[in-house]
């Protein structure tokens, strides 16, 4: 009995150590706020990095109604010295944070201005990604359906990808209103797939803040990443 132990812990290991493989980088997504007009958004991404173990963080600012980043509004650090057990990269965070607050402070993003959240992912999209989902705006009585429609070229590290969504915008009336979010036109290097994981409204209710969970190749693993698509409503 006591012989068989190690042989289930270096089981065990293996598997541990070929999912960590398989995943990668997985990124966490912070939602960081809007500003008082709802007209612009902030967030960010951070991880440590699954070859160097360097923590990373990426800051975004978008201009909602545009649908693009303002100017100066996308930010990344990546940290010199690797993370030590039980880190998980929210430091280099933290620390990109601090050294723009100026950015924040120039487009008014309030921290406690996350927007009305309408749709949260809560599985595990790395293997399944998520293409259709339904929610709706109990608030507002409507009901919405969103189909995520990818393009991919080529495979592995030589993949191209874009994607856009169908939005199906049931109203209280019943009247029904169809939207494209996103720009099919954008192709993006060593990009899988992509999963909607997030759907929240501005503070004014007049746009729709889709977030994006990608799949990225990364020599054999893969990376997660997030981006966002607005659209007026």
Request: aromatic share 12%.
């Amino acid at each position: 009995m006591f012989e068989r132990k190690p042989s289930c812990l270096i089981i065990a290991a293996l598997v541990l150590c070929t999912s960590y493989l398989r995943a990668g980088d997985i990124a966490s997504f912070v939602d960081l706020g809007f500003s008082p007009d709802g007209r612009t958004y902030m967030f960010a991404q951070y991880g440590v990095q699954s070859g160097t173990l360097a923590p990373w963080a990426d800051l975004f600012v978008v201009d909602v109604a545009r649908n693009d980043f303002v100017s100066g509004g996308k930010i990344s650090y990546t940290h010199n010295v690797p993370v030590t057990g039980g880190q998980d990269g929210s430091g280099a965070f933290y620390r990109l944070i601090a050294q723009n607050a100026a950015l924040a402070q120039r487009y008014g993003i309030s921290f406690l201005l996350q927007g009305r959240p309408l749709y949260i992912s809560l599985e595990n999209n790395l293997d399944t990604p998520i293409g259709t989902i339904e929610f709706r705006d109990f608030e507002q009585n409507t009901s919405y359906r969103a189909v995520l429609n990818p393009y991919a070229e080529g495979a592995g590290d030589a993949i191209w990808s874009s994607f856009y969504i169908s939005l199906e915008h049931t109203a209280r009336d019943g009247s029904k209103k169809t939207s494209v979010v996103g720009n099919p036109r954008i192709k993006r290097a060593l990009i899988s797939s992509y999963s909607i994981k997030k759907v929240i409204l501005n503070p004014q209710d007049r746009f729709m803040v889709f977030v994006i969970e990608m799949k990225k190749q990364n020599h054999g693993s893969v990376d997660i990443r997030y981006m966002v698509e607005t659209l007026q409503l």
